[in-house]
């Protein structure tokens, strides 16, 4: 029954010309998404469209997929996100999350053309690795990350540094503050998932979500597996 119901969802966005963007993996808790003015309770298998937010309660917490590259976005409890997608010249359509609170995981997989999170005065690009990035009342972001290079810029005052594997660094509007080792189990990064990708079971069934690009107006369709009766 939740696969029938999250498909006349995905039909019901494509017929309204919404751009279907990831599908949600897993969620735990209460957790909510749509446009920002109409959020609804969601579950593993529902698609989520571009422009949507996504919003944790303190016990929720939302997985995603992203379906053009297969990034990963573990939402952390009590966060607000919001989806979009940017134009790459080489690969289309590329993730790009704004984190309006709270905090994000991300797994890009290699391949990606490079994945984008920003905050109100911060922005972060990865084109591979994991990292994680919060945001707090007070401006400031933090990102950390667990694997990879992560390119962090602070839109504030034009600072930018590459962070490589183990190092953090907070960022705010006097600028970027001087980098630290981050530990291999940071909750903020950490994810509750196999990666590079989910191992699947007797419990997982698969979707095919047909993806349009908006940036090449070509369409394909997208296999992806979520896990049912959660």
């Not at 920002?36 to 469209?49: E, F, Q, R, T």
């Not at 995603?64 to 590259?69: S, T």
């Not at 490079?114 to 007070?138: I, K, P």
Request: one cysteine or more; a neutral charge.
């Amino acid at each position: 029954m939740n696969l029938v119901l999250s498909l006349v969802w995905l039909l019901s966005a494509l017929g309204s010309k919404e751009i279907p963007l990831a599908a949600v993996v897993r969620v735990h808790g209460h957790a909510q998404a749509g446009p920002a003015n109409a959020l609804v309770p969601i579950k593993s298998g529902d698609v989520v469209s571009k422009n949507w937010q996504i919003k944790t309660e303190a016990d929720g917490k939302v997985l995603l997929r992203f379906l053009a590259d297969k990034t990963l976005v573990d939402i952390k409890p009590s966060s607000l996100v919001e989806l979009d997608v940017r134009t790459s010249p080489e690969s289309g359509s590329v993730p790009d999350l704004a984190v309006l609170g709270g905090g994000v995981a991300i797994f890009v997989p290699k391949g990606s053309a490079g994945t984008r999170a920003q905050t109100e005065n911060t922005v972060t690009t990865a084109q591979s690795g994991q990292f994680g990035m919060s945001t707090g009342t007070d401006g400031q972001a933090r990102v950390d990350v667990l694997n990879g290079k992560v390119q962090v810029c602070n839109q504030t005052t034009g600072d930018h540094q590459t962070l490589t594997t183990g190092q953090s660094q907070v960022s705010g509007y006097e600028g970027l503050a001087d980098i630290k080792p981050v530990s291999p189990d940071s909750s903020m990064a950490k994810m509750e998932v196999n990666l590079p990708q989910i191992d699947p079971s007797s419990t997982t069934t698969q979707i095919e979500v047909p993806f349009l690009d908006p940036v090449s107006g070509k369409a394909s369709t997208l296999v992806i597996g979520v896990k049912r009766g959660h």
